[in-house]
């Protein structure tokens, strides 16, 4: 997972390259830079179809630790990712 994206182009254009059937974003405004913690579009599988929706984007963090989001994932044999 990468630390930080932008988004450039509008909702309209999301829904047609993933073929969206919903959409609960409403307008978007160009986001340059999306950070652990913010709200950032997601196009996710649901019953019906395909959906464009904001959440919160980031990993949760270790539940020992707390803190922010996590974001970059370098230790693949550690005990957060673990059931």
Not at 33 to 62: I, S
């Amino acid at each position: 997972m990468t630390p930080i994206y932008s988004i450039t182009t509008n909702p309209e254009a999301i829904r047609a390259l993933f073929r969206v059937v919903n959409r609960y974003v409403g307008n978007l405004a160009p986001m340059p830079g999306v950070f652990p913690d913010y709200p950032a579009p997601v196009v996710r599988n649901v019953e019906g179809g395909r959906e464009l929706t904001l959440m919160r984007w980031g990993m949760p963090p270790p539940p020992r630790t707390g803190g922010p989001p996590v974001t970059n994932i370098r230790n693949t044999s550690s005990p957060h990712w673990r059931g």
